[in-house]
C-alpha cells in the first residue's frame, strides 16, 4: 500500500472509527476473528456499508448492502471519485499537502457520472451517492476489502482505485482511517515480508533495488540476480512454455488451488521433477517426485507469524511432529548441506535475528521483546521504537516527510469471461466459514456447519432452470464441466452463482474458472466465470 | 443478529402488508432494488420496535405467520428468524399454523357461565376460549379475527352473530354518583370529532397548563393526590416530576393494555373520549419534557384502537401533534402499538419490552422507568384513566373521582364514577341493585379479592382494604359455583405467566393443582398458602406477587374450601 505492503491501520482502530466500508469481502465467514473487531466497531456506532455481489452474512451486518456486478469494481470505485470531487467533498488541503497527479486523476473519472456507474455496476445512482458522502464525510473511515477486490485478472488496478479513493478524502494514515487489505492465513503477511515474492527480498526491499540487494549480497557473501523472478502465473506460463521443468514447492496445493485447474494438473505432471514439502498428502504432493513431510507450522514449530495489522507474534513448538515429518527450517539447511553448501544447524531464532540484522521493518523486534509486548508491528527499526500501530502519519506531517502519495488513474475493464446465450450465469467463488481453502486443513475434521460441495443458485435461476436444492446440476464453462448438488440461497440475485474451492475432491471449481491473471499480481480471474448450468440427469 | 435466510418465499399478500407498514413507518426502503441493495444491521435493527407491528401486519393480512412471512419481515428488519419466532410465540394472536380465522370465545370469570352455550350453539365451529376480552358488562363477548384485515368485536353474543360476523352494537351502560367529570364526554360528544371535543371544552387543560408553566401543573396533580388508576395507585406526580428532572430524550407510554378481568374502563374512555386520551398524553409530554409517546393498546380492541388512531392523526393536522404543539414552542407526537394478547404486558416493563419488539418479559427493577424506561429513556407511563384524570385536574376538576366497572349479576352492568371513599353497596345500588341474592362480591379483578354480603359496606380508595386494583366490581349470584370461578382465577394466572422468573412459572401451576384437589374434597390449604407467600414474596412483578390474592381471600372467606351441602 502505498509502497509497503501491509494494512494501514491497526485492528484497534476499526473498533472506534466513523466508518466501515468493507469491500469484496465476506469477512464474516473467510475472516471470523478479525470480524469480532468489526462488530465492536458497529457496537461502537460505526456506520458501515458492505460492497458485494452476494448477500452474505457479513453484509447482513451493515447499515448499506451494495449489490456489485462482478468485476465493476473500478467503475464502482470511480463513480464515487467523481461524485466526491463533483460535490467539492474531496480533502483539497490533504490533496495538496501529501499527493501528486490529483488533476489527471479528476480528469480520469470525469465520464463516471452516478448514471454511468449505474448502468456498469448495476447499483442504484443514489446508494452509490448515498456511499460517496458518507465517506468523504466520515470523520474517520476504514476502508476494507478481500478477495473480491483481488482475484480479478485487473487486481492491482482495483486496489489502485481504493487507493485512490482513500488519498481523495484523506482517510489514510491517522488513526481510525486507513486501507484495510484482510489477509487470508495467519501469516500471509508474513510470507510476504520474508521475501516470498519474486520482486522483494525480506522486509519489502526490492530485489531491481542495488542497494538492498547489496545489503543482502554482503552479508550472504554471494551475487544475486537483480531480474524480478516468476510468480506463480508466470511459473505455469513458463511451464507451458518448456522454460521451468523443475518445481520446488512448500505449503501450496496448486493442483486444487489454481484456476483453470485441469490445465494445472497437466503442466504440474509434465515437470521433469517436482519436490513437494507439506504437511499432508495433497492432490499436489501426489503427483511429485519427491515429498517431504514437514512439520506444521502452528504447534510443531519456533518462530513468527505476522497478521494483517503488522503484528508479528511468536509461535511456540507444544509436539513434536510425528513419523519423519520436519521442521521446515531443517529441510531447507539439510538441503542446502547436500547441495554443498556448509549451512550451520539454525535455531528459528537465529534465523530471525539474521532477518533483523538486514531488514529495517523488523530491526527492532527481538524474541525477547515480542514475547514481553505481545507483538509489534513493523517498522519497528530499533530496540527502542514502540513499532507502528499505523501507516503514512508522515503524509500528514508538517513538512511532509518522504514522497507524496501519487494518484494513479485506472480504467474499468470488464471481466474477461464474457456472458453469453451459451454461458448466461455470472459464477463466483468463495469461501465458507467452517472451512479453509482447499480443505488440506480444515477438511479432515467435521463440522456442524458444514454445508458441503454445492452449486449456489438464486431462487428465480433455480425456478426457471427447473431445479430444487439437493438436485444435481452441471456447471459448465468455456474450460471445463462439473456436477454439483444445488443449494437455493436468497441472498443471490438472477444470473448469480456461487461455489466454493473447500472440497476439490468431490467438486473441483477450478476447472471451471480463467487462468487469466493479473500481470502486475499474478492473480488470477477466480471470482468472474461464465457458466451454463443444466440438470444432471 | 447473523441472519440465516429462510427458503421459504412471502406471498404476494405478506410482502404487500408488510410493506406497507413499513414504508408507512418512514423505513427506508427495505427491497431497495431487489438484489441491489438492502438496509441492514444497525441501522435496521434500530426499528426493531416495528416487528410486532409487523407480526400483526402479516397476522392481519393473512391469518397467521408463516415461514415465508416472518423470513421476509426478518430480511427487512435485520432481526435473526430464531429471535422473531421467539417473539411472535410469546402471544397468543400469533399461530405458525394455517387457518382461515379465529373465533376467540371469553370464558372468563363474567363470560364463563355464558360460554359453553355460546359455543354449542356454533354448529361446531372451532373456536379458542380465552380470558377476558374487556366487555363484561355486555356479556358473553366474541372476538374474531379474519384474514384481510378483518376483526370484529361481538358482545353480547349470539350465535347467530357469531356465526353471520355480525358486531352488535350495545353502548355500554353508564352511570355516575355525584358529578360526571372523567365520563362528562362519554355518550354526550361525538368521539370522531375535534371540533366537538373543542366545543365541550376540550384542550382547555392544554392550554391553561401552557399559560401555566409546567411547574403549576405538577404542583395541581400533586395537591389532587392523583394516583395511578391502572391498578397500582403510584402517585402521578412524582413520575413526572422524575421524569421532568431527568436529562435528555424522554418519553411518555399510555399504558392501554386494559387486560384485568372484570376491567373494561379504559376502553369506554378510548372509544367514547379520544381525544381526552390524547390531550392527557400530550400534557404529561409538556411537563416532562417528553418528545415521543406510545399509546399501547390491547390487540382486542380494534373499535377503541380506531378512534385513538383517529384522534391522533386529527390532532397532529390540528397542530395539536407535532412539531410545535399548539403553536405553544413543543414537540410531541404519539405512535400507536398493538398488543397480541398477553396480560404480562400489561406490567410497565414488560409493556417496554414489547415495544421495543423484545418478547414480553417484565424486566428487574430498579432501574425504574422514570430512570430508565423505554428504549432505555427516561419514561412516564401512565393508565389511559390517570391521564384523563390528569386533564379534568388541570381544569381544577375533583381529582378524586374515580371510574368503576361494574359487571355480573346487577340489574345495569356498566361503567360507574363516583368519588374515592364510596361504598360497594352505594355502587351496587347505583347499578339497579344485584339481580338475585349475592354470594360474593370480586374487587380489582383476578388480582383483587373478594368480598362477603355482609360486608359491602367496606368504601374503595387508594391504600384501604379491599384493594382497589383497578377499580373492577364483579358480582356473583347465589348460584355461581365459586369452584370454578377461583379455578378459573388461577387458571388466568397460570396462562398469562411468562415465565421468566421461577416463582411465577412454577407457582401457578402448582396453585391450579390444590386447587384441583380441593375441588375433589381434599383441603390443601397449607400448601396454597406457601404458595402464595412464595408468589408474594418472590415473584419480579406485580402479575405473580398478586397471583394467589383472589384464592387465598376465596378461601379465608371460606367460599371454597368448604362443603355446602
Not at chain 2, 419466532?85 to 397468543?92: S, T
Not at chain 2, 408553566?213 to 395537591?223: F, S
Request: aromatic content about 6%; proline content about 6%; some cysteine.
Amino acid at each position: 500500500m502505498l509502497g509497503a505492503g501491509g494494512g494501514t491501520s491497526s485492528y484497534e482502530e476499526i473498533e472506534t472509527t466513523d466508518l466501515i466500508v468493507l469491500w469484496g469481502s465476506n469477512a464474516r465467514e473467510a475472516h471470523p476473528i478479525f470480524f469480532h473487531h468489526l462488530l465492536e466497531g458497529i457496537d461502537n456506532g460505526a456506520t458501515m456499508y458492505a460492497i458485494d455481489p452476494r448477500r452474505t452474512s457479513s453484509t447482513a451486518w451493515a447499515d448499506h448492502w451494495l449489490g456489485i456486478d462482478v468485476g465493476s469494481d473500478i467503475a464502482l470505485a470511480n463513480t464515487i471519485a467523481r461524485e466526491i470531487i463533483a460535490q467539492d467533498l474531496h480533502n483539497r488541503e490533504f490533496i495538496e499537502h501529501a499527493t501528486t497527479g490529483f488533476e489527471q486523476y479528476r480528469e480520469s473519472v470525469e465520464r463516471w457520472t452516478l448514471e454511468e456507474g449505474e448502468r456498469v455496476t448495476g447499483v442504484p445512482a443514489a446508494a452509490i451517492q448515498d456511499l460517496a458522502h458518507a465517506y468523504a464525510t466520515a470523520s474517520s473511515a476504514q476502508l476494507l476489502w478481500t478477495l473480491g477486490i483481488t482475484e480479478h485478472y485487473t487486481a492491482s488496478d482495483n486496489v489502485f482505485a481504493l487507493i485512490n479513493l482513500a488519498i481523495l478524502t484523506g482517510h489514510v494514515g491517522r488513526y481510525g482511517s486507513g486501507l484495510v487489505p484482510l489477509r487470508g492465513q495467519n501469516n500471509v503477511q508474513g510470507g510476504g515480508d520474508m521475501g516470498a515474492l519474486p520482486n522483494k527480498l525480506p522486509g519489502g526491499q526490492d530485489v531491481a533495488d542495488d542497494v538492498s540487494r547489496g545489503k543482502f549480497e554482503a552479508h550472504w557473501g554471494v551475487e544475486l540476480n537483480p531480474e524480478p523472478g516468476w510468480h506463480l502465473a508466470e511459473m505455469f506460463d513458463a511451464m507451458e512454455r518448456g522454460d521451468m521443468r523443475a518445481l520446488y514447492i512448500i505449503g501450496e496445493n496448486p493442483v486444487h488451488s489454481e484456476a483453470d485447474g485441469a490445465k494445472a494438473r497437466r503442466l504440474l505432471g509434465s515437470l521433469d521433477h517436482l519436490v513437494v514439502q507439506e504437511i499432508h498428502m495433497t492432490a499436489t504432493a501426489e503427483i511429485a517426485d519427491v515429498v517431504l513431510p514437514a512439520a506444521v507450522g502452528w504447534v510443531e514449530s519456533e518462530g513468527t507469524v505476522t497478521s494483517s495489522e503488522r503484528r508479528v507474534q511468536r509461535v511456540r513448538k507444544a509436539v513434536d511432529p510425528p513419523g519423519e515429518a520436519r521442521d521446515d527450517i531443517d529441510i531447507l539447511v539439510a538441503m542446502a548441506n547436500r547441495l554443498g553448501h556448509a549451512w550451520p544447524a539454525t535455531t528459528a531464532e537465529q534465523a530471525w535475528d539474521e532477518l533483523r540484522s538486514l531488514s529495517p521493518w523488523h530491526g527492532g523486534m527481538s524474541y525477547e521483546r515480542l514475547e514481553t509486548l505481545g507483538g509489534l508491528q513493523w517498522p519497528c527499526p530499533t530496540e527502542d521504537h514502540p513499532g507502528s500501530p499505523f501507516l503514512h502519519g508522515r503524509l500528514w506531517e508538517e513538512p511532509r516527510r518522504g514522497p507524496a502519495a501519487p494518484f494513479t488513474p485506472v480504467e474499468w475493464r470488464p471481466p474477461i469471461d464474457e456472458l453469453t446465450d451459451e454461458y448466461p450465469i455470472r459464477l463466483t467463488t468463495g469461501r465458507h466459514l467452517d472451512s479453509y481453502n482447499t480443505g488440506v486443513q480444515s477438511g479432515r475434521f467435521r463440522s456442524p456447519r458444514r454445508k458441503g460441495a454445492t452449486v449456489d443458485l438464486s431462487p428465480e435461476d433455480a425456478e426457471g432452470l427447473g431445479l430444487a436444492a439437493g438436485d444435481l446440476a452441471r456447471v459448465t464453462s468455456r474450460r471445463g464441466s462439473v456436477v454439483a448438488p444445488v443449494a437455493v440461497e436468497p441472498g443471490l440475485r438472477e444470473g448469480l452463482a456461487f461455489m466454493t474451492l473447500h472440497y476439490p475432491d468431490e467438486v473441483d471449481v477450478n476447472v471451471l474458472t480463467l487462468d487469466e491473471w493479473d500481470p502486475k499480481s499474478g492473480t488470477a480471474e477466480f471470482k468472474a466465470t461464465a457458466v451454463r448450468i443444466e440438470r444432471e440427469e | 443478529m447473523d441472519l440465516r435466510h429462510l427458503i421459504a418465499q412471502a406471498t404476494e399478500s405478506e410482502r404487500a402488508a408488510v410493506d406497507r407498514l413499513l414504508q408507512a413507518e418512514g423505513f427506508p426502503d427495505l427491497t431497495g432494488t431487489p438484489g441491489r441493495t438492502a438496509v441492514g444491521g444497525r441501522t435496521a435493527a434500530a426499528r426493531r420496535d416495528l416487528l410486532l407491528p409487523a407480526l400483526h401486519a402479516l397476522n392481519d393480512a393473512v391469518g397467521w405467520i408463516s415461514e415465508g412471512g416472518l423470513g421476509y419481515l426478518c430480511e427487512a428488519l435485520s432481526v435473526p428468524p430464531a429471535e422473531a419466532y421467539g417473539v411472535a410465540a410469546f402471544y397468543d394472536q400469533f399461530t405458525f399454523e394455517e387457518r382461515a380465522e379465529v373465533v376467540r370465545v371469553c370464558d372468563d370469570i363474567v363470560c364463563g357461565p355464558y360460554a359453553d352455550q355460546l359455543i354449542a350453539g356454533l354448529d361446531g365451529i372451532e373456536v379458542e376460549r380465552v380470558p377476558c376480552l374487556g366487555r363484561c358488562e355486555k356479556a358473553p363477548a366474541v372476538f374474531i379475527q379474519q384474514p384481510g384485515f378483518r376483526r370484529t368485536e361481538i358482545a353480547p353474543a349470539t350465535p347467530k352473530a357469531v356465526l353471520d360476523g355480525e358486531p352488535t352494537s350495545v353502548d355500554t351502560h353508564i352511570g355516575v354518583i355525584g358529578e360526571p367529570i372523567l365520563l362528562a364526554r362519554v355518550g354526550t360528544v361525538d368521539p370522531e370529532s375535534l371540533d366537538a371535543y373543542r366545543t365541550a371544552g376540550g384542550y382547555q387543560a392544554l392550554s391553561r397548563a401552557t399559560d401555566d408553566g409546567a411547574g403549576t401543573v405538577l404542583d395541581r396533580i400533586e395537591a389532587a393526590r392523583l394516583r395511578g388508576r391502572g391498578g397500582a395507585s403510584f402517585p402521578a406526580a412524582a413520575k413526572w416530576r422524575a421524569v421532568a428532572g431527568g436529562q435528555g430524550h424522554k418519553i411518555v407510554v399510555c399504558n392501554a393494555d386494559e387486560s384485568e378481568p372484570g376491567t373494561f374502563k379504559d376502553r369506554v374512555l378510548m372509544e367514547g373520549d379520544p381525544f381526552a386520551v390524547v390531550e392527557g398524553m400530550t400534557l404529561a409530554a409538556y411537563v416532562t419534557g417528553a418528545e415521543r409517546g406510545f399509546l399501547y393498546i390491547r390487540g382486542e380492541y380494534p373499535l377503541a384502537e380506531r378512534r385513538m388512531v383517529g384522534a391522533i392523526e386529527a390532532a397532529r393536522s390540528a397542530g395539536l401533534l407535532g412539531g410545535d404543539v399548539a403553536g405553544a414552542g413543543f414537540a410531541f407526537d404519539v405512535e400507536v402499538r398493538r398488543g397480541a394478547g398477553a396480560y404480562i404486558c400489561g406490567e410497565e416493563t414488560s409493556l417496554f419490552n414489547s415495544i421495543e419488539g423484545l418478547r414480553g418479559e417484565p424486566r428487574a427493577k430498579p432501574p425504574f422507568p422514570t430512570q430508565e424506561g423505554l428504549f432505555g429513556l427516561p419514561t412516564v407511563v401512565n393508565n389511559v384513566e390517570t391521564l384523563v384524570a390528569a386533564v379534568a385536574i388541570t381544569m381544577d376538576k375533583d381529582g378524586g373521582s374515580k371510574l368503576f366497572p361494574m359487571s355480573g349479576a346487577i340489574a345495569r352492568p356498566g361503567l360507574y364514577e363516583a368519588p374515592l371513599g364510596v361504598s360497594v353497596a352505594a355502587l351496587i345500588d347505583a347499578a339497579g341493585g344485584p339481580t338475585t341474592d349475592i354470594q360474593a362480591v370480586l374487587v380489582g379483578g383476578a388480582a383483587g379479592t373478594f368480598l362477603l354480603p355482609k360486608d359491602l359496606d367496606v368504601t374503595l380508595d387508594h391504600g384501604t382494604e379491599p384493594p382497589l386494583g383497578s377499580g373492577a366490581i364483579v358480582v356473583f349470584d347465589t348460584a355461581t359455583d365459586m369452584v370454578a370461578i377461583v379455578d378459573r382465577i388461577a387458571r388466568f394466572f397460570r396462562d398469562e405467566s411468562c415465565g421468566k422468573c421461577v416463582p411465577c412459572r412454577v407457582g401457578t401451576i402448582r396453585q391450579v393443582e390444590a386447587l384441583e384437589r380441593l375441588g375433589n374434597g381434599s383441603v390443601e390449604r397449607e400448601t396454597l398458602d406457601d404458595l402464595a407467600a412464595v408468589l408474594r414474596d418472590a415473584s419480579i412483578c406485580g402479575l405473580g406477587q398478586l397471583a394467589a390474592e383472589a384464592v387465598q381471600s376465596a378461601l379465608d372467606l371460606e367460599l371454597i374450601g368448604v362443603r355446602r351441602d
